[in-house]
């Protein structure tokens, strides 16, 4: 299986199936000399893991992060760093109605069409505990952008027709669905409540927020910053949709309407030196913190849309791989609702993408390529 590779400079590849041994990914590229250890990964793995309330699968995984190679004495090596969780609480025996029968929403067919075989128990690689890779290489693209002071912050926008109508990020970790509306989350809690007694389930929005980015971040042509993170939140299997700022709501409005003025000047009040007020920035940002392909210097803000959970246990019309028509019934443990575990998935793959990003940037000046060479140099006792 190819497909299995994300990145150019920081370069990721996910491992593993739902009910084998665990699930691993291997990242490189990260620069030497980064402090990094367990502590710095488990809370993102946290936030994943299954059990954690009514609205999640009640899969009992501890998902303990393991990490293997790369890290020496509490600093990376600018080796590959491997890590992995194990799979402690497969229910394989849940699954067994299912080999011969392809789930409505689910990539069944499309696995036996490609390979003509495929992993029933839980999906295999199309598994939403495949993001458990993701989540761990995520981490670390976190810790990197944090390092030079870049901040990565998503957060569960809609769930149904529940929207979140105010903004607090400090309300985000203080409710299992982690929105950042308390009234709006009590409020999908009792539409979910309601699904779950229907044996039904429900879909949502989750909105990304980066900031600290400066202008120059991304590439003008097939490497844009907004088609990389497209591509990596569209990778999720549950996201069905992309939209960065307006988005799809910029089709209706004007050019005037939806430029965005650029001023120089002060960014708050507290500024005070010449170069401070002097700032090229936008008086609005309709972009969403992109122009071009590169980061303008705004903050980057995007948002994805997650489909409803495909398995329900509702009866559905199927058939079996021999084409005869028929109805299943989903059994085992299953989310009600995909968003509140995939919003630090969707955090962690903008963060990937962001800092493969910033260190292939590495080297779009001479006077840049210049001053990292004299650096080295200097660090080395060199003579030019």
Request: glycine share 12%; aromatic share 6%.
């Amino acid at each position: 299986m190819s497909g299995s590779l994300f990145g150019k400079n920081l370069c990721v590849m996910t491992w593993g199936e739902s009910h084998g041994y665990g699930i691993g990914v291997v990242l490189d590229g990260v620069p030497a000399g980064l402090p990094l250890s367990e502590a710095d990964i488990q809370p993102y793995l946290d936030r994943r893991k299954p059990g954690q309330s009514a609205f999640t699968t009640k899969r009992n995984e501890s998902d303990t992060v393991l990490l293997m190679s790369g890290v020496f004495e509490g600093v990376t090596e600018g080796t590959p760093i491997s890590m992995m969780v194990k799979n402690n609480d497969q229910h394989s025996k849940d699954y067994g109605n299912l080999k011969d029968v392809y789930r409505p929403g689910h990539a069944d067919y499309g696995f036996d069409a490609k390979f003509g075989i495929r992993d029933y128990r839980g999906g295999g690689r199309s598994s939403g505990r495949e993001t458990a890779g993701r989540v761990m290489a995520g981490a670390v693209a976190a810790k990197i952008l944090s390092e030079v002071g870049i901040t990565v912050s998503a957060y569960t926008k809609a769930i149904g027709p529940v929207k979140a109508e105010r903004l607090d990020l400090f309300a985000v970790g203080e409710n299992p669905l982690y929105m950042p509306d308390p009234e709006a989350a009590e409020k999908a809690a009792e539409y979910l409540s309601e699904l779950q007694m229907k044996g039904d389930s429900a879909g949502g929005v989750i909105e990304c927020t980066v900031t600290g980015l400066p202008a120059g971040i991304g590439e003008p042509v097939f490497e844009k910053l907004d088609a990389n993170l497209a591509k990596a939140i569209l990778s999720i299997g549950a996201v069905k949709g992309f939209e960065i700022g307006e988005g799809f709501a910029a089709a209706g409005l004007t050019g005037s309407e939806n430029n965005d003025p650029f001023v120089a000047g002060a960014l708050s009040a507290e500024c005070s030196t010449t170069t401070e007020k002097n700032i090229i920035h936008k008086k609005t940002n309709h972009s969403g913190g992109t122009l071009g392909g590169m980061s303008d210097g705004s903050p980057l803000v995007f948002r994805a849309a997650v489909k409803p959970t495909p398995s329900i246990s509702s009866p559905q019309e199927t058939v079996t791989r021999e084409g005869e028509n028929t109805e299943l019934v989903i059994k085992g443990r299953h989310d009600p609702v995909i968003v509140p575990r995939a919003v630090v998935v969707v955090e962690c793959m903008a963060a990937l993408t962001i800092a493969d990003l910033l260190l292939s940037g590495q080297g779009s000046r001479m006077s840049d390529v210049k001053a990292y060479m004299e650096t080295v140099r200097e660090r080395q006792g060199c003579q030019k």
